[in-house]
């Protein structure tokens, strides 16, 4: 049974050699296949010097070569920092250089859009460009390979051991600088195992990866399916309905996405085999959930709730959607969840308290930022007095309740809730409220400063396709459904799609900054 990430692949290939495990456009693998790629990349990095634990970073769009890189990298005894291709230069800069990347893996347009900040990136000492190789930039200090060239049968591969740091993942965000999570060997080939038991995941499935392999529900779509030797089909899409086409086309069994797109998602017509669809990065709205299970009637919806620093904390098993579709469920197999007050004491059921997370799925903290490691990951609360060692759990920040029979309720982010009138305001409840009125494609609450509320609400919204919004009947039914003190002052209309992250969420905080700076 696989300890390491690349092991999972590497098992497969002792199970089912032939079966298919990863579809590019017209590119098929089975995993025998599949398994000489990552043997050969790492055989690559291995003569280019790579040495045990240096980062490998890969800016690429989702395609073979940058799955035989992460992978590669693990079996090289590296560590793989995954990219988001949607990042500026600038951004991919600051990166290289947090993580002191050694070897970088892109192709020939993005490294010339990288040739201006790759000078001030000192630990970087080669570039492996996929595809065409000509018209390179000189980068003095650094050189270019072909990605073919490179290619080796593997040598010997640097020790590793499960504790061992296999990836480092960046969260995004609008200000300050992204973070790099750190995950060892033990949580990526725990959190494969925990979900693909909860999805019931087998050989059978094929799962369309269409999210970022830089953001860990996005690489968690590749690990569950190598897990248990499934398919995993590479899609870079460019609009939702490119989706229902390559479900249909690719018979798809299982499909990932965060709220945004399951919202665009939605509005459109089905012709499909899944068996399932999960949603994690936010609340799905009750009337997009609605809309998904009468489209697409024979696939089990799955509720989760995530974050980078533990991967996933919770699922809600398809049978109590119906019962408590406001729930985030409960904790994942392999992970315990704890509501705590902020002395860190127990919350009894009904009580706001934030959520903790301990078990194999913490991550090891922040790359090169012991500050902001000390603020998330401190021990677990009311351990036994007799354990001399100290063990860490990941504190989530978020506002969670729990029924008595254990479900748990996502209540706000502690630095999203709106404090208005001496209330605390979860946006999450008059979005819901937006969205219920079926007029909403996307909505967002945010608080800014007010003199005598210390916060009023705004919403910044956005029509359905095909719809027409009126800011003055949305208010009208805000007040009709929420009390006084949580109805928006103002409500924003905004045409086409609010801005995304570069995960796929809705960027808060970008949409926070414009009321801010707006006159």
């Not at 860190?344 to 078990?359: A, N, T």
Request: proline share 6%.
């Amino acid at each position: 049974m696989a300890e390491l990430l690349h092991e999972l692949i590497y098992d497969s290939v002792q199970t089912t050699p032939d079966a298919d495990a990863l579809v590019y456009r017209d590119e098929c693998l089975g995993y025998s296949a599949l398994a000489e790629r990552v043997e050969s990349a790492a055989g690559a990095f291995l003569r280019m010097g790579l040495a045990r634990g240096e980062r490998v970073a890969v800016y690429l769009e989702k395609r073979i070569e940058t799955v035989a890189a992460l992978f590669g990298a693990s079996r090289a005894g590296g560590v793989f920092v995954p990219v988001n291709p949607i990042l500026k230069p600038e951004q991919v800069a600051y990166i290289l250089r947090d993580c002191n990347v050694r070897i970088l893996v892109t192709s020939s347009d993005r490294l010339q859009l990288l040739s201006g900040v790759l000078g001030a990136c000192h630990d970087l000492h080669a570039v492996l460009v996929v595809g065409a190789a000509d018209d390179l930039p000189e980068l003095p200090g650094i050189g270019l390979v072909s990605w073919n060239d490179a290619l080796h049968a593997s040598v010997m591969p640097h020790r590793a051991i499960s504790s061992d740091v296999a990836a480092i993942l960046y969260t995004s965000g609008s200000t300050g600088k992204p973070k790099g999570v750190v995950l060892s060997h033990l949580n990526m080939v725990t959190g494969a195992r925990s979900v693909s038991e909860y999805l019931e995941n087998s050989a059978r499935d094929r799962i369309l990866s269409v999210l970022p392999l830089s953001f860990d529900y996005g690489l968690s779509q590749l690990t569950t399916a190598f897990h248990v030797g499934a398919t995993s089909v590479l899609m870079n899409y460019l609009l939702p309905r490119d989706i229902v086409k390559a479900v249909e086309k690719e018979r798809i069994t299982g499909l990932a996405a965060v709220p945004p797109l399951w919202i665009q998602l939605a509005q459109l017509q089905w012709q499909s085999d899944l068996r399932y669809f999960t949603n994690s990065g936010g609340a799905m709205p009750r009337a997009t959930l609605d809309a998904l299970r009468s489209k697409l009637p024979g696939a089990k919806p799955y509720l989760m709730y995530g974050l980078t620093e533990a991967f996933r904390s919770t699922y809600l098993p398809p049978e109590e959607v119906d019962s408590r579709p406001d729930s985030i469920g409960r904790a994942i197999p392999n992970a315990e969840i704890l509501v705590v007050r902020e002395d860190g004491s127990p919350c009894v059921p009904g009580e706001p308290g934030e959520l903790v997370h301990r078990g194999a799925l913490v991550s090891l903290g922040y790359w090169n930022d012991p500050q902001k490691t000390a603020e998330r990951f401190k021990p677990v609360p009311n351990r036994e007095s007799g354990l001399t060692m100290q063990e860490m759990a990941v504190w989530s920040g978020d506002t969670v309740r729990f029924d008595e029979e254990g479900f748990l309720y996502f209540i706000g982010r502690r630095d999203e809730m709106i404090k208005t009138s001496g209330y605390r305001v979860s946006p999450t409840e008059v979005e819901e409220v937006l969205y219920a009125t079926e007029m909403v494609g996307e909505a967002v609450a945010l608080g800014v400063p007010h003199p005598v509320l210390g916060q009023s609400i705004v919403v910044i919204a956005a029509a359905r396709q095909g719809a027409a919004l009126d800011a003055e009947v949305l208010l009208s039914e805000c007040k009709n459904r929420l009390p006084a003190y949580m109805v928006p002052a103002r409500i924003l209309i905004r045409e086409g799609s609010l801005p995304r992250n570069p995960n796929g969420k809705i960027d808060r905080k970008a949409l926070a900054l414009e009321l801010e700076y707006s006159p």
